[in-house]
């Protein structure tokens, strides 16, 4: 593992800035109607994510360990889809207000639980990454910060549709943006496990990418969302020649 050049300051900053992306999302949906300023979000951080995870996560898990990185990017990739398809029943990633649902609090809490550990291992993977190179650090960190805003407006949504206050919907995406945090400070607390996080952390990336983000995309009226997609991919490739 590469040493870290970036101040652990600095990166905890990142994982900050981060965070309070999931609780814009959150601000997001109650101030406005943003649902195609979220596609363009969703479909360009789709793009920069999923080339993040197959260029640099996967190659660099690989190279510190060839047999055992693969299976700890299926780990996390199955890991996903247990927290958000298996264990919960009722769980849509992106822009959805839930306007014409009714959801069950039981179901809505389940979802912020997964939604937090999802963005737990979003601070992971900064961490982590970081922990490896700057370089991949911040190529990371911006993968993830692009699809922060959908995560918070979509806990804050869940939230409203099962009856709770406002003021419960922006503390929800306060603890998305706390669990990102969370992440970034265990890997700087306990560095070794960059090792094992990035490979975990890129196999989430994939299974957001590729399951949560791109059918979003997908649902999205007007070809210049899917545009978007290779435009993020676009800028990932831009952003790694010129790193």
């Known amino acids: 593992m590469a040493h870290a050049s970036t101040p652990f300051g600095v990166v905890l900053l990142l994982g ?8 814009a999302g959150g601000l997001l ?17 789709a793009g920069f994510l999923i080339a993040v995870a197959l260029v640099e996560m996967v190659p660099e898990s690989l190279e510190v360990s060839a047999l055992a990185a693969p299976l700890w990017i299926l780990l996390g990739f199955c890991g996903v889809h247990l927290l958000e398809h298996t264990l919960v029943a009722h769980f849509h990633f992106g822009e959805e207000t839930h306007a014409e649902e009714f959801l069950h609090r039981s ?5 912020a639980f997964g939604l937090t550990a999802h963005t737990f291992f979003d601070g992971i993977a900064i961490g982590s990454g ?14 993830m910060l692009l699809h922060k805003l959908p995560e918070g407006f979509t806990v804050g949504s869940v939230m409203l549709a099962s009856g709770r206050s406002a ?16 992440g970034v400070a265990v890997i700087h607390l306990f560095p070794l496990l ?3 996080g990035l490979p975990l952390s890129a196999g989430v990336a994939l299974y957001v990418a ?9 649902r999205a ?16 490739l831009l952003a790694r020649a010129v790193s």
């Open 16 to 23: 900050l800035i981060a965070g309070l992306a999931d609780v």
């Open 29 to 45: 949906l109650l101030r406005f109607r943003a649902e195609r300023f979220l596609h363009g979000f969703v479909a360009f951080g």
């Open 107 to 111: 179901t809505a809490y389940s979802v």
């Open 130 to 143: 970081f922990a490896f190179s700057s370089v991949l650090g911040w190529l990371i960190f911006t993968g």
């Open 167 to 182: 003021k419960t919907a922006v503390t929800a995406a306060c603890l998305l943006g706390a669990a990102t945090v969370a």
């Open 194 to 196: 960059a090792m094992v």
């Open 210 to 218: 590729g399951t949560d983000l791109l059918p979003e995309v997908n």
């Open 221 to 236: 009226h007007g070809v210049r969302y899917r545009l978007l997609f290779f435009l993020g991919v676009g800028a990932f």
